[in-house]
């Protein structure tokens, strides 16, 4: 589905993905209930967002007031400054208000403070079940929408986006494909920057995001933006500490830089909601996926990648960039393993996959303030893997294991183990018969010199 018939169908913000099974498509209608609270959930989040941010600012500014006077004196500016903090963060809830004020899925029938049109802040308390780490996803949205839709997040976006929308240019060339004839799926799109782009060069492509932090703000940029840089945001104003300059803190960020309306991809475009396991289940779909700072957000990496093997048809690829963070590590009452980049590669060649490139310490930063004395980067690996198709799997020309052959698991059947040893005993025979060939060649040139010899 496009952007503009999403535009016009506004009971239809996230569809019911086309390709859900009857079965899936009745398990997610059972739960219907669940989703629409925690949907409720993520937007009362967004409209808590001013009075938790305030919370705090009050400290500073509560400390500040129990100094000395002289102590008072000197932070005059500093006081002046966090007076500039407060607009600041009343300004960000305002855009959250734009963002929240055409599409509120599920509003309350009341009008009662959920309400986003409502002037005041909409929550003076903890709204029911919101925690402190979905008050955490609100603030990191803000970063993310600028990282995304700005020209300050331009060179984040040139470190994790270029390398693989490069890539995918150079294995599916515009003058050797129909480009609207590849399918492009992107897991984890998060805001849909790296989706769009991939649309806008002709190919057929196709986002997927859980976080509906994600998918309410990338809406809005998407569907509900109507020209370049109407909005201003201060997405570091949360950041108290290493601030170089008192305007670092403050700094604005305007979006979109580009406005998806007035300038639609030439491709098929679409964001579909859910869990990336549980809605791509249809083998052989998609010629490529391209995943960015994505496959450590599983609790176990291997079903993603079993996942995405299942989903490419024989011959499509799969482009990953990022790190290895394991989002789920040290999480309370969440199961993790951690495969380091060497037992990853052993994953991938098990399940199938050939490793046609791969790099390491990629540098690449993730929603950082430009500005800050503390900068975090990630040394991130970008591979390219391949799925076989049927006919090189015949021949015997899968590319050699990166890792000792005793390493690799494959679930081979009994069958495919004997036309293994049948392919190595005629590889064998074929290596022989030319060794002859030459040694007969060898020896034709030997009599053809002697021959040559004066007497």
Request: charged fraction near 30%.
């Amino acid at each position: 589905m496009n952007i503009e018939e999403r535009t016009r169908q506004p009971n239809a913000m996230f569809p019911m993905h086309p390709k859900m099974d009857e079965q899936l498509a009745q398990a997610f209608s059972a739960n219907e209930d669940e989703e629409e609270k925690h949907i409720q959930k993520v937007q009362n989040a967004f409209l808590y967002y001013g009075p938790y941010a305030c919370q705090r600012l009050k400290r500073s500014m509560d400390y500040l007031n129990s100094l000395s006077g002289e102590d008072q004196h000197m932070l005059s500016k500093y006081r002046a400054h966090l007076t500039c903090v407060r607009t600041c963060i009343d300004r960000n809830q305002a855009v959250i208000r734009e963002i929240l004020r055409e599409r509120v899925l599920y509003p309350d029938p009341d009008g009662s403070p959920s309400n986003p049109t409502s002037d005041r802040w909409e929550f003076d308390e903890p709204p029911p079940h919101v925690r402190h780490g979905d008050m955490d996803q609100a603030q990191s949205t803000l970063k993310l929408i600028a990282r995304d839709w700005s020209t300050d997040g331009a060179l984040e976006r040139e470190q994790s986006y270029k390398p693989i929308i490069d890539c995918i240019l150079e294995y599916f060339k515009p003058s050797d494909y129909e480009l609207k004839e590849i399918k492009i799926l992107v897991p984890g799109a998060g805001l849909g920057r790296l989706t769009y782009e991939l649309a806008c060069l002709g190919y057929s492509c196709e986002g997927n995001e859980f976080s509906y932090f994600m998918l309410i703000a990338s809406n809005f940029v998407l569907n509900l933006c109507d020209y370049e840089n109407k909005y201003v945001l201060y997405p570091w104003v949360h950041q108290y500490v290493n601030n170089l300059r008192r305007e670092d803190q403050v700094a604005a960020v305007r979006f979109p830089d580009i406005c998806p309306l007035k300038n639609p991809p030439k491709g098929h475009f679409e964001i579909a909601a859910g869990d990336f396991l549980e809605v791509y289940k249809t083998p052989h779909t998609y010629n490529c996926v391209a995943t960015c700072f994505f496959i450590d957000c599983a609790n176990n990496v291997i079903d993603f990648i079993r996942t995405i093997y299942k989903i490419l048809v024989p011959g499509g690829i799969w482009v990953n960039l990022g790190p290895l963070l394991y989002h789920y590590s040290d999480v309370s009452g969440q199961n993790s393993i951690e495969p380091t980049f060497e037992d990853l590669c052993i994953i991938m060649e098990s399940i199938g996959f050939v490793i046609e490139s791969s790099r390491t310490g990629i540098r690449t930063k993730y929603a950082q303030n430009p500005s800050s004395m503390k900068q975090s980067e990630y040394q991130s690996l970008f591979w390219v893997c391949r799925k076989p198709d049927p006919f090189e799997e015949q021949r015997g020309k899968r590319k050699a294991s990166r890792e000792p052959h005793d390493l690799i698991v494959r679930a081979d059947t009994d069958e495919e183990e004997e036309e293994e040893r049948e392919r190595a005993k005629q590889e064998q025979e074929q290596e022989e018969e030319e060794q002859k060939l030459a040694e007969a060649e060898i020896n034709n040139e030997t009599e053809m010199q002697d021959l040559a010899q004066p007497t």
